[in-house]
Antibody
Framework: QVQLQESGPGLVKPSETLSLTCTVS????????WSWVRQPPGKGTEWIGN???????NYNPSLNARVTISVDTSKNQFSLKLSSVNAADTAVYYC?????????????WGQGTLVTVSS | QSVLTQPPSVSGAPGQRVTISCTGSSSNIGAGYDVHWYKQLPGTAPKLLIY???SRPSGVPDRFSGSKSGTSASLAITGLQAGDEADYYC???????????FGTGTKVTVL
């Protein structure tokens, strides 16, 4: 079965760029939609954006200006870049899978990685 | 953006039935978009519990069921067990905001 694993720095300085990678194992990244979701401590769950295996993307309008999601089918990975971060971007970041025919629900999820924005 | 509202907490004794509501609007649940539900244990990732409003993934017991009416959806848990203690979230799509939206979350406590 497909498994996802996030990787990247756990600490990012304000105004810098947060970069995370999600490695997909147990299946091919091709043919599916892939997403990033975050949960700030004590706050609501927020969809960040998604990428199709062909590289096409959709982003949350509230983050659109700062977000880039890309895919590397040769490595079975997709990545998140969030620029100009501030304390409000501190959250547990999850990568998750959508479906072949579109993104409707998220399953499975990676274990999540806590990213703290602090100097 | 938590445009889907859930009660902060629900509780019940072992064996009882509890329901969790998820209230949306005419641009998400009321527009006909499916509702999905997740269970999240502390320190772990959300896990899919119900998809397409009423369907259960393989391995999820039939004690869990979903329904939808108008601009709201509900998750019912029957035969409540200690292992059901967790946070539960609904999720849908909002066409007005063009985002996938999650509920505010409900903590289920088994008394």
């Amino acid at each position: 079965q497909v498994q996802l694993q996030e990787s990247g720095p756990g600490l990012v300085k304000p105004s810098e760029t947060l970069s995370l990678t999600c490695t997909v194992s147990g299946g091919s990244i091709s043919g599916y939609y892939w997403s990033w979701v975050r949960q700030p401590p004590g706050k609501g769950t927020e969809w960040i954006g998604n990428v199709y295996y062909d590289g096409s993307t959709n982003y949350n309008p509230s983050l659109n200006a700062r977000v880039t999601i890309s895919v590397d089918t040769s490595k079975n990975q997709f990545s998140l870049k969030l620029s100009s971060v501030n304390a409000a971007d501190t959250a547990v970041y999850y990568c998750a899978s959508g479906q072949r025919e579109g993104l409707r629900w998220f399953d499975p999820w990676g274990q999540g990685t806590l990213v703290t924005v602090s100097s | 953006q938590s445009v889907l509202t859930q009660p902060p907490s629900v509780s019940g004794a072992p064996g009882q039935r509890v329901t969790i509501s998820c209230t949306g609007s005419s641009s998400n649940i009321g527009a006909g978009y499916d509702v999905h539900w997740y269970k999240q244990l502390p320190g772990t990732a959300p896990k899919l519990l119900i998809y397409l409003t009423t369907s259960r993934p393989s391995g999820v017991p039939d004690r869990f069921s979903g329904s939808k009416s108008g601009t709201s959806a509900s998750l019912a848990i029957t035969g409540l067990q200690a292992g059901d203690e967790a946070d539960y979230y609904c999720q849908s799509y909002d066409s007005s905001l063009s985002v996938y939206v999650f509920g505010t979350g409900t903590k289920v406590t088994v008394l």
